[in-house]
Nanobody, 124 residues
Framework: QVQLVESGGGLVQPGSSLRLACLVS????????IGWFRQAPGKEREGVSL????????FYADSAKGRFTISRDNAKNTVYLQMNNLKPEDTAVYYC?????????????????WGQGTQVTVSS
């Protein structure tokens, strides 16, 4: 049974950092790319970052470049999203999803499994 479980969200002040984790099970992590998406109230889900199944190639949305870093630990079946210098506009529910390949990574409809999401709130 394929499962993705996000954790690490919370309430933080602007300028703070958080590290989200996506623990996967039921498949071999190295065979799939894992992406992070977020959805703020009243907005569409948007792609934040993706890391490939092999070679650790990564992609970032413009809003994430320079502040967020995606990484993976295959031994722990976990993909991380390190988020630094958080801003109020980063407030959203963050989801991880599984995808074959890296093409069109920001299109959510190309992902076949998703986690339940973790809330990130950035507020003073």
């Amino acid at each position: 049974q394929v499962q993705l479980v996000e954790s690490g969200g919370g309430l933080v002040q602007p300028g703070s950092s958080l590290r989200l984790a996506c623990l996967v099970s039921g498949f071999t992590l190295e065979h799939y790319a894992i992406g992070w998406f977020r959805q703020a109230p009243g907005k569409e889900r948007e792609g934040v970052s993706l890391i490939s199944g092999g070679y650790n190639v990564s992609f970032y949305a413009d809003s994430a470049k320079g502040r967020f870093t995606i990484s993976r630990d295959n031994a722990k079946n976990t993909v991380y999203l390190q988020m630094n210098n958080l801003k109020p506009e980063d407030t959203a529910v963050y989801y991880c999803g599984r995808k074959r390949g890296t093409a069109n990574w920001s299109r959510g409809e190309l992902y076949d499994y998703w986690g339940q999401g973790t809330q990130v709130t950035v507020s003073s």
